[in-house]
Every structure is written in structure tokens, then in C-alpha cells.
């Protein structure tokens, strides 16, 4: 059974910082793709930042430059670096996992393809 437990969320000053974490378990695929995503109170969930097997990253605009994705295999954990936030970063954290395709595949798409999902975390950002 595929498992992610999220942790490292809470509440801080605009301009702080937090690291969330995902520990990954049961999970054999070596190729794949793991995704955060974020929903706010009456806003539609939005993906942010993901990284995929070899270690490549990409980003969403509104947080390119202040988030960071980074994996450490040997403990399957997934971390992403939060700097400098903003009240607009206020949301419930996922993190979520797939499989990826052998080639060509540069882990895009919606939650929708997204297999397996953590409990949330919640971030909060005061001004």
C-alpha cells in the first residue's frame, strides 16, 4: 500500500519560511512524478511545484523563485523550501505522486492523474 505522510506546516509571518515534507513508502515504481498542490477556502486546488525521477524540477509562476523542490531517495522523502511567503500562499498543502512515462514525459498535468495523495498539510501566512 502506497502511503505519503506530510509534515512542516504552519503558521508564520509574511516574509518567513517553512519546509514541508513527504515521506514516501510502499511505492516501487523507480519512474515517477511527485507534485504539490494547494487549495485555498473556496478556490480551486492548484498545482505548484513538481519534480520527477532524475531529479528535474519546474514550477508554477506565482511561486518560481521562492519555492524549492528536492529529494532525498535514500529516506524517499520529498522537501519543498518555502521562502519569503505571502497571505496569497495561505492553502492546504497535498502532496501527490504518479508514475511517469519512459520518455517524454515532463510529469505536466492536472490532480486528476495524480495516484496517490497525502493527508494535507495547512500553511498559513499572516501579513
Known amino acids: 500500500q502506497v502511503q505519503l505522510v506530510e509534515s512542516g506546516g504552519g503558521s508564520v509571518q509574511s516574509g518567513g519560511s517553512l519546509r514541508l515534507s513527504c515521506v514516501v513508502s510502499?511505492?516501487?515504481?523507480?519512474?515517477?512524478?511527485m507534485r504539490w498542490f494547494r487549495q485555498a477556502p473556496g478556490k480551486e486546488r492548484e498545482g505548484g511545484a513538481v519534480?520527477?525521477?532524475?531529479?528535474?524540477?519546474a514550477y508554477a509562476e506565482s511561486v518560481r523563485g521562492r519555492f524549492t523542490l528536492s529529494q532525498d531517495n535514500a529516506k524517499n522523502t520529498l522537501y519543498l523550501e518555502m521562502d519569503d511567503l505571502k497571505p496569497e500562499d495561505t492553502a492546504m498543502y497535498y502532496c501527490?505522486?504518479?508514475?511517469?512515462?519512459?520518455?517524454?514525459?515532463?510529469?505536466?498535468?492536472?490532480?486528476?492523474?495524480?495516484?496517490?495523495w497525502g493527508q494535507g498539510t495547512q500553511v498559513t501566512v499572516s501579513s
Open positions: 501527490a505522486a504518479r508514475g511517469r512515462r519512459p520518455i517524454h514525459d515532463y510529469c505536466a498535468g492536472s490532480s486528476a492523474v495524480y495516484q496517490y
Open positions: 510502499g511505492y516501487t515504481n523507480s519512474n515517477y512524478c
Open positions: 519534480i520527477d525521477s532524475d531529479g528535474r524540477t
